[in-house]
């Protein structure tokens, strides 16, 4: 039946528009679709399909089926045809092949193509074009698909930039929020167009929140833009072909057609970028900041600050590879993989070192916010590729990676936390004095300015602390004491503004799959760094582990693996008064003018996990020495560790000849399956040597992985910090030295790591 002998009504039902049948006798009933073919069987369906061409309603259909299809079934297969998606309901219609086409795409999409088609043709568009874009190259691209462009106020903004960091996005976001106006962003300038996301103010991220991660990730151009005084990105060469700016213009105007006739799905979300030059397209997720001072609640980081840190109980769920966790490796990377991406993650990419041996596992997250410093050599250092993982597995590894980037990011300061003004002395009695956690030594503050200009930035000397100085304070929750104390901001966060007597590290940070995995990270970590700075700069021989008393494959073979590129590998015990096993591993070249001695440190209550953690930060860094070394590329703490350091000469790296090797078994080991428990111990531990536990949660909430940072007043860092207290004590009461060391008799050579 053609279509001007077509049924009056206008519930004419049909195939849908995008589908056409094709029927092979006693086979099937085929439809071809764009995404593949549909086959229905049954005699039935044969007779059937020839009907469905969509000039007949359902009385249509019942007259001109034959008589041995009663009305009952005919409705039922129209029934299960529709709950397919493959037929569907049509009214009267342009019979040009231009609106037919368009009908075809909404059924394709779904979607109810005539209700479609008025949406589109009823909705009114706004176009806003900066950076030099030509306004009325997209006004033609949006016209094409039949919408109508207002001069006011429209259902939709299009707005079209050269920059997706432009500032005059800020207040073109606000207005929109403010009116309740969705908004599409696209760039159709430079190699690499992009189209997305759409904003939709109460409901999804703003623009706010995609630009505090765009500038996160252009910390070199931020860099330069602020040494010269200027503000907003900055000026970039024109790029492009007048192709691919219609390209991208014109993907725009589908995606504001499609948005117009309701269609609606979460990668509406994201960024989608198409770089000319390799072909590729990529999605780039844009979430909610709930922190973000547009569309968000910027005082909740401020304000848990103030709250008790509560740990709850949590079972263990992982207890192998490189700690006890609350979640497997496994669980974490699917549940935070969308952290990394070129545009919009917090971390680039994350890749494997290639250099040496697979089986190190060396796993690279990006740059070190907590490297940063002043000037080219300080950018430099951010830039660097020294954020990264290790693992006995590659996914350990690449978890790990990803766990410390986070980590890193979620300590750099922000401008919304907590903090309190004053002086040390003012504030009285919850306020840390920074010496007790500096730990620098008087007479370090003397020769400063020599020290540090012959050293790296990472062994550099503050000057010393004004209990009168006005700064700004940030508390953190002392779980011994149950209240809250104050230490400098400055202290608690990479970057914050701070006098130059105080100084921040990434000693005890940590990031888990739970506050309470994090906690117990976060102190474990400050236990092997106390133990290893009474080691090293006191150069007291320790014991060697028998390595054959673990009985640990994974451990035999990362020998071999160093014994094949010329290496010797051993583990020292350097475990102190804290009883949590602590080792370091040292790997030595045995075959080459340059020892090239390197190390790795390890502390965990299991000292089956501790020697691996050794083991495998020791892996993690022996890329730097797998090939010829270029010296001149390290800082200059560690060029000179390579050039001078000989065995022969630090005898203290060396097992004790004059002690016996320990087994596995010397350190006792209760397994606990709560996390909470080991934490209470520690904690407990610690205040037997009268020591508290400070906790400051510095999870962020874009972010979502639990981050802390733990800190421990009177545990020493094993970097160059030379004051009184356990760095003397502790050997003398574990009887490996008969007298404290003098000052002058501390190892002059700052562990480099």
């Known amino acids: 039946m053609r ?44 007779v059937l399909a020839p009907l469905l061409d969509g000039t007949r309603d359902l009385a249509g259909l019942l007259r001109d089926a034959p008589a041995d299809l009663p009305a009952d079934k005919v409705g039922r297969m129209l029934r299960r045809l529709s709950a397919a998606g493959l037929v569907g309901k049509r009214g009267r219609e ?59 106020s429209g259902d939709l903004t299009v707005v079209a930039c050269a920059d997706y960091l432009a500032p005059e996005l800020r207040d073109i976001d606000s207005a929109h929020r403010a009116a309740g106006t969705p908004w599409l962003l696209v760039k159709p300038v430079g190699a690499q167009v992009c189209v997305g996301p759409f904003f939709t103010p109460g409901d999804g991220p703003c623009w706010r929140c995609l630009a505090t991660r765009l500038s996160a990730n252009r910390s070199a151009e931020a860099h330069v833009r602020a040494r010269c005084g200027q503000r907003g990105p900055a000026p970039r060469a024109a790029i492009g072909l007048p192709s691919l700016t219609a390209t991208a213009l014109g993907v725009a105007a589908v995606e504001a057609t499609k948005w ?47 709250e008790p840190v509560a740990l709850l109980s949590r079972m263990k769920r992982s207890c192998d590879g490189g700690g006890h966790r609350s979640s497997s490796p496994k669980e974490v990377l699917d549940s935070y993989r969308h952290l990394v991406g070129p545009v919009t993650g917090i971390v680039r990419e994350i890749q494997r070192d290639e250099t040496g041996p697979a089986f190190f596992n060396s796993f690279w997250s990006g740059s070190n916010i907590a490297a940063a410093g002043d000037g080219l050599e300080g950018l430099r250092s951010t830039l660097r590729a020294d954020t990264g993982g290790k693992g006995v597995t590659p996914l350990d590894a690449e978890v790990g990676a990803l766990c410390e980037a986070v980590e890193r990011r979620s300590g750099a300061f922000c401008g919304n936390e907590a903090r309190v003004q004053g002086s040390y002395r003012s504030l009285g009695e919850p306020a840390i004095h920074p010496d007790t956690v500096q730990h620098y030594h008087p007479r370090q503050y003397d020769d400063r300015d020599a020290w540090n200009a012959s050293h790296s930035r990472l062994q550099h000397v503050t000057t010393p602390f004004d209990e009168d100085e006005v700064m700004d304070w940030t508390p953190l929750w002392s779980l011994t004491e149950q209240r809250h104390k104050l230490l400098p901001t400055g202290m608690c966060y990479f970057g914050a503004p701070c006098p130059p007597s105080v100084t921040s590290n990434s000693n005890g940070c940590a990031a888990g799959s739970s506050l309470e995995d994090a906690v117990l990270q976060g102190l474990l ?65 045995t075959d080459g003018p340059r020892e090239d001695i390197m190390l790795g440190c390890g502390a965990h209550l299991d000292p089956r996990i501790a020697a691996r953690r ?66 209470r111990a520690l904690q407990d531990t610690l205040a037997s040597l009268g020591m508290e536990v400070l906790v400051l949660d510095q999870t962020r909430p874009d972010l979502g992985l639990p981050v802390v940072r733990v800190v421990v007043p009177g545990l020493r860092h094993f970097w160059s910090r030379f004051a009184q207290g356990r760095l003397y004590d502790v050997p003398v009461q574990l009887g490996r030295l008969a007298q404290p060391r003098r000052y002058e008799e501390l190892n002059p050579t700052p562990l480099f790591m």
């Open 614 to 679: 050794a083991l495998t930060e020791l892996n993690q860094c022996m890329p730097m020495v797998c090939e010829p070394v270029d010296i001149t590329a390290f800082d200059v703490d560690t060029r000179r560790w390579f050039e001078n350091t000989r065995l022969a000469a630090e005898p203290w790296l060396a097992p004790d000849p004059e002690q016996p090797a320990r087994d596995v078994s010397h350190h006792g080991h209760t397994h606990r399956p709560d996390l909470i428990d080991d934490i």
């Open 3 to 46: 279509e001007d002998q077509a049924e009056p009504g206008d519930q004419r039902i049909g195939f849908k528009r995008h589908l056409r049948p094709q029927i092979v006798r006693g086979e099937a009933v085929y439809l071809f679709g764009e995404s593949g073919v549909t086959a229905i069987q049954g005699a039935h369906v044969e």
């Open 94 to 152: 342009d019979g040009s092949a231009g609106t037919q086409a368009a009908l075809a795409y909404w059924d394709a999409a779904g979607l109810d193509a005539a209700g479609a088609v008025a949406a589109t043709t009823k909705s009114l568009v706004s176009v806003v074009a900066i950076d030099g874009i030509n306004r009325d190259t997209l006004v033609e691209a949006l016209h094409r698909n039949g919408l109508t462009v207002t001069s006011g």
């Open 525 to 589: 970590e400050l236990v092997e760094r106390d133990a290893v700075a009474i080691w090293w700069y006191n150069r007291t021989p320790m014991p060697v582990m028998d390595l054959d008393s673990f009985r640990d494959p994974w451990i035999d073979e990362c020998r071999a693996v160093h014994a094949g590129l010329g290496r010797e590998v051993w583990l020292l015990d350097v475990t102190v008064d804290l009883g949590v096993p602590v080792m370091v591993a040292v790997s030595r070249r």
């Open 260 to 306: 117009l006739a309701g269609l609606r799905h979460d990668t509406q979300r994201s960024i989608w970028s198409y770089d000319s030059l390799t072909m590729q397209v990529a999605q780039h997720d844009v979430r909610v900041r709930p922190q973000c001072s547009g569309c968000g609640d910027p005082g909740m980081v401020a304000r848990r600050a103030f």
